[in-house]
């Protein structure tokens, strides 16, 4: 059995960013659409774009999961604002953690790239 890689962990950690990532702006979008404000147009097509773009990345990232044998299983929020993410790489069950704030911050960095 082989030991996990830097190169695993990073693409689980992109994959939890982008899922992550995508979930907000599904939701700002659904929250968009039904907003009054006077740009609503300009929100909506940034916020699309940025969608599609993760969408794209994330589907990528699937297949190289599939391909190393990499799948997310479950996802916890701690009582210490923390989040867990549980995974297996080639069956060996492993775990993630990061602060909420620093989630926070990393999906808001991974926004920014996307409409690159």
Known sequence: ????????????????IHNLTIRLLQSELKENEKSTIKMKR?????????????LKQLKELRKEMSTRGL????????????TEFR????GV???IHFEDK?????????RFELLR
């Open 93 to 95: 069950p492993l775990t």
């Open 71 to 82: 799948r997310i299983v479950g996802e916890h929020t701690l009582d210490n604002d923390m």
């Open 102 to 110: 620093e989630l926070y911050k990393l999906i808001e960095e991974n």
């Open 42 to 54: 300009v929100y909506l097509s940034a916020n699309q774009y940025q969608e599609s773009q993760a």
């Open 87 to 90: 995974y297996l790489c080639r």
């Open 1 to 16: 059995m082989a030991a996990i890689t830097d190169e695993d962990r990073k693409i689980v950690y992109n994959y939890i």
